[in-house]
């Protein structure tokens, strides 16, 4: 069946950084389009970077010059890299294909304080 489990996130102080993995099994990845969401207490998850197949990139515009989002095909997995943190981008981090209807991992949470 198709799994994504992400891996990655933890506490990290504001202008520090992290990077997100989601490794996906079940499905072919290399033709699938990959995303990272977030939800944040209290608010909708909202699309943070998506990557094609073909390595096409679209970024929210309040990561846009700090987030990278990247794909290693023969790994299957995609990545989020995440640079100059903020308090406001703490949230829950989920990875999610477009293969079928669409499936989602688990989420792994970031937290940005000091």
């Known amino acids: 069946q198709v799994q994504l489990v992400e891996s990655g996130g933890g506490l990290v102080q504001p202008g520090g950084s992290l990077r997100l993995s989601c490794a996906g099994s079940g499905f072919i990845f290399r033709y699938s389009t990959m995303g990272w969401y977030r939800q944040a207490p209290g608010k909708q998850r909202e699309l943070v970077a998506r990557?094609?197949?073909?390595?096409?990139?679209n970024y929210v515009d309040s990561v846009k010059g700090r987030f990278t989002i990247s794909r290693d095909n023969a790994k299957n997995t995609v990545y989020l890299q995440m640079n100059s943190l903020k308090p406001e981008d703490t949230a829950v981090y989920y990875c999610?294909?477009?293969?079928?209807?669409?499936?989602w991992g688990q989420g792994t949470q970031v937290t940005v304080s000091s």
């Open positions: 990557i094609t197949s073909g390595g096409i990139t």
């Open positions: 999610k294909s477009d293969y079928r209807s669409g499936y």
